[in-house]
């Protein structure tokens, strides 16, 4: 018989242990870092091609080291702009790299590196003719908004970014704003789109998406517009402040519409089995079904709904349909449903920003990352082009007067209207409606902006499909 | 109330019998709170996903494989890793198993990538009336997989001979190694046996999720806690029972009005009331035996 744990051995072992979880740990530590910092790198690269003509070079490489070495090594390369960068603006944003929000995430960290490396070409920011090179810093808040502040201050004191743009999400970019706000730091965010975020008395944090009460307006509006009518909305809602607030606006604009809300049902946030709800809305026959949740909520909804033969003229979701993962996860089952979105790639805006159209932002992003743009890569890049209108307007990186420049901005996008009302929201911009028809997103409302997309009404039943 | 309401918490109670099972082996027979169960479940689900993806395997023809696979996965986590602290107190196997969780998941959304999948059988939502609550077949035979594998286990823990050295080492580990029993091993094949029914369970959560990811799974660990505290440690048996109550409360609260109000939004919050209730009324759980361990 064996003895295995004598104390001296166990305490041997116990180290070895220890020992190999560290360097396991640190690996991943160190994979993770080089993710997120190889992104900056390459695209500073991208950007010192242009300099590496003339002989300051060095004041790039102060900011870049690595990236000026590569600029070297690949040579010259002719375009728009033939100078040198007179200096850096830093942008910072936690982001969430890991968690639960990863997929939301990428793309608005996507839409800020599009944008950043599409200015940095042509120039950078110009502010009193000097060329300023844009730089970004993210950290990870894995998706917990207390984490997000943590690191917002710590960009601000130790990074010491100029500006910041938004993280992922409605809490966390809540808290990030309390920190702008004490330090006097601008903040324009794409991501978090809460009333209650704005409602705060708070000067210095501005978003460029439509407000929550906005969201599913337009799938409203587009369902009253057909042919059967819908009457009966059912509404299921997860409990966080975001989706609660498009919800109860959501039910405020049905009625006032003339629609009977005929099933308004709260569940728990990140629930991933809705199979009780949707019973619960296939007993209250509604015309039409409205999820204001996130994408795991809306797909298991998709599940039991074809699962429990829910079937309605009309399935509304205020995330999830918007996210390329609907159509490669979902398949067949994820066809006619409708989604409020922020920007798609068929507006017909005409900007006067670095990408100009939504095509042209779309063929970017799309021959860069290979994926397609969601709005929240658009909602990131607008960050972006509000803050250089705003800083070339002020004509200064002082970020009171960066501020002011945001307060007072008018300014058409590829993204649409970017103008702030006195509590720093866009409600100038509308929702575009979006639906999946076989097996692509189509635009369908506003008729105006559409490009000729047509809603597919009503939504077959489950079995006909 | 709906026989529907009824139906889905039995069909989601299975599943969750299956979630805690595992959990509960390990906590009772090893001792350790097993943080890195749910690891486990996310990866039987993406093993599910990849064999009926890449390899169009049935989910439930590539279960037994599955089982064999994680089978030899926990055994070489327990003998490389958990056997050399396993003396050391309950805070260091517990980081221990914590950090493996942690690393599972992380290296899970580096390999598996965040984006979000599906396991979509064609028969996946073929199913028939029962008065008035609609069964679907794939849960049903879902909830068939955890109740035969409880079974199974049971059979094993009470008519093998290794089986009954496993309930010894649990009951007395002097004892138990007085009388030949070779401790490691029969650690070694508790753990071994959890990883093989995690897997099972993420399998079985496959086909339950509308879509999930790397971090879809998390709850899992505080589900699997709740179920075998509901259930009893230690008790095969118990942890099925706790799966039924839990998954019964979960779909009442959510799926039943009580007047005009809508209970969904504090589900957690009642089962953890009823959790306090059972451990304040019968501190050992439903089934649980004073003095098993």
Redesign the interface.
């Given at each position: 018989m064996r003895l295995p744990h004598s104390p001296s051995r166990l305490q041997e072992r116990l180290g070895w242990s220890v020992a190999l979880m560290l360097v396991v740990t640190l690996l991943l530590a160190a994979c993770g870092d080089a993710t997120n910092t190889a992104a900056p790198a390459t695209t500073a690269a991208g950007a010192v091609t242009t300099a590496a003509t003339g002989t300051t070079a060095a004041a790039s490489a102060t900011t870049a080291p690595g990236a000026a070495t590569t600029a070297a090594a690949t040579g010259t390369t002719a375009a728009a702009f033939s100078g040198t960068f007179d200096g850096t603006i830093k942008f910072g944003a936690p982001l969430s790299l890991q968690g639960s929000l990863l997929a939301e995430s990428k793309q608005t960290q996507q839409g800020y590196d599009l944008w950043r490396d599409a200015v940095n070409e042509k120039g950078g920011i110009v502010v009193g003719g000097k060329h300023y090179k844009i730089e970004t810093k993210y950290y990870d808040d894995e998706s917990k908004q207390d984490k997000s502040a943590q690191q917002a201050q710590k960009l601000i004191n130790e990074d010491k970014v100029n500006f910041l743009l938004g993280p992922y999400g409605t809490s966390n970019t809540a808290s990030v704003s309390k920190i702008a706000e004490e330090s006097e730091i601008p903040m324009v965010e794409g991501n978090g789109a809460a009333e209650s975020i704005f409602n705060q008395g708070r000067k210095y944090t501005f978003g460029v998406l439509s407000p929550a009460p906005k969201y599913l307006q337009g799938v409203i509006e587009l369902a009253l517009a057909q042919n059967p009518k819908p009457t009966k909305l059912a509404l299921l809602f997860a409990n966080d402040s975001f989706s609660k607030e498009v919800a109860a606006a959501t039910k405020k604009f049905a009625e006032s519409k003339g629609m009977q809300v005929v099933l308004y049902e709260e569940y728990p946030d990140k629930e991933t089995n809705l199979t009780a709800q949707v019973t619960k809305a296939k007993q209250a026959a509604p015309d039409m079904v409205i999820n204001s949740g996130h994408l795991a909520e809306a797909t298991a909804i998709v599940r039991a709904a074809k699962e429990l033969g829910l079937n309605a003229q009309a399935f509304g979701f205020s995330v999830g349909p918007g996210l390329p993962d609907w159509g490669s996860s979902l398949k067949n089952d994820g066809n006619f449903a409708l989604s409020g979105s922020q920007w798609t790639q068929a507006v017909t805006y005409k900007g006067d920003d670095v990408f100009g159209t939504s095509k042209n932002f779309y063929d970017q992003f799309k021959a860069k990352y290979n994926v397609e743009p969601a709005y929240q890569a658009a909602s990131g890049a607008a960050c972006g082009i509000a803050f250089q209108k705003a800083i070339e307007k002020a004509g200064s990186l002082d970020p009171k007067k960066v501020r002011d420049a945001l307060a007072s901005l008018d300014s058409m996008a590829f993204y649409g209207q970017l103008k702030f009302d006195e509590r720093g929201v866009n409600i100038f911009k509308p929702m575009v409606v979006e639906q999946w028809q076989d097996g692509k997103r189509v635009t369908v409302w506003p008729t105006e902006v559409a490009a000729g997309g047509k809603a597919q009404w009503p939504t077959p039943e489950w079995g006909k499909r | 109330m709906?026989l529907?309401?009824l139906v889905?918490g039995l069909?989601?109670g299975g599943l969750l019998g299956l979630v805690g099972l595992g959990f509960s082996l390990v906590w009772g027979i090893l001792n350790i709170v097993n943080l890195a169960h749910a690891a486990f479940i996310m990866l039987g689900a993406y093993f599910t996903y990849y064999a009926f993806e890449n390899l169009h395997l049935d989910p439930f023809l590539s279960l037994p494989i599955a089982l064999v696979l994680f089978f030899g996965l926990g055994y070489a986590v327990q003998k490389f890793?958990i056997?050399?602290?396993?003396?050391?107190s309950l805070l260091?196997t517990f980081l221990?198993t914590f950090?493996l969780e942690i690393?599972i998941v992380?290296?899970g959304?580096?390999v598996f990538s965040?984006?979000?999948?599906?396991v979509?059988p064609d028969y996946?939502?073929a199913?028939f009336d029962l008065g008035d609550a609609?069964i679907?077949y794939m849960?049903l035979a879902g909830v068939g997989v955890a109740l035969l594998l409880t079974y199974l286990l049971y059979l094993f823990m009470a008519k093998t001979k290794t089986g009954n050295a496993i309930r010894a080492v649990s009951m007395d580990l002097n004892a138990a190694?007085l009388m030949?029993i070779?401790?490691?091993h029969i650690y070694c094949l508790t753990y071994a046996i959890s990883t093989a029914l995690a897997a099972s369970a993420g399998m079985l959560l496959s086909l339950?999720?509308?879509?999930?990811?790397p971090?879809?799974f998390g709850?899992f660990n505080i589900r699997a806690f709740a179920v075998v505290v509901l259930g009893g440690l230690g008790s095969i048996p118990g942890a099925m029972i706790g799966g039924l109550v839990f998954g019964l409360l979960?779909?009442f609260a959510?799926?039943v009005n009580i007047g005009n109000i809508?209970l969904?939004?504090w589900?957690?919050a009642l089962i953890f009331i009823a959790l306090v209730v059972v451990l304040i009324v019968r501190p050992t759980g439903l089934l649980g035996k004073e003095g098993y361990r």
């Open positions: - | 709906s529907q309401v889905n069909l989601l890793l056997n050399r602290i396993i003396r050391a260091v221990l950090g690393l992380s290296l959304r580096v965040g984006n979000a999948v599906r979509n996946g939502s199913s609609r679907n849960k190694r030949g070779d401790i490691p339950y999720l509308g879509t999930f990811t971090d879809s709850i979960d779909q959510q799926g809508s969904g939004g589900k957690e």
